[in-house]
Nanobody, 122 residues
Framework: QVQLVESGGGLVQAGGSLRLSCAAS????????MGWLRQAPGKEREYVAG????????NYADSVKGRFTISRDNAKNTVYLQMNSLKPEDTAVYYC???????????????WGQGTQVTVSS
């Protein structure tokens, strides 16, 4: 059983920054692609960013491109989401999720964390 635990969310003013972390249990983290998704109140969950299993490839939703950066540290079993120039519309619960084995930055996810709340005030 894989456990994913997000942290780093909080309240920030528009234009500010936050760094989310997602720590994964188990010994096979480095073999899997990872992603970040978010869900705002009253909206469906949406894709934010993904990273391949070895960190060599990343992908971003158009809405965050140029502002967010996904990265991973396989030695620490952790994936990160650096969020800069935050906007009120970025307010959501952010989830990390595990993608495919030896996969790229896009694709389905099979394990999810519990989420961390990000609130951006105007």
């Amino acid at each position: 059983q894989v456990q994913l635990v997000e942290s780093g969310g909080g309240l920030v003013q528009a234009g500010g920054s936050l760094r989310l972390s997602c720590a994964a249990s188990g010994r096979t983290f480095s073999r899997y692609a990872m992603g970040w998704l978010r869900q705002a109140p009253g909206k469906e969950r949406e894709y934010v960013a993904g990273i391949s299993w070895n960190g060599g490839s990343t992908n971003y939703a158009d809405s965050v491109k140029g502002r967010f950066t996904i990265s991973r540290d396989n030695a620490k079993n952790t994936v990160y989401l650096q969020m800069n120039s935050l906007k009120p519309e970025d307010t959501a619960v952010y989830y990390c999720a595990r993608g495919g084995m030896f996969g790229g930055p896009l694709g389905g996810y099979d394990y999810w964390g519990q989420g961390t709340q990000v609130t951006v005030s105007s």
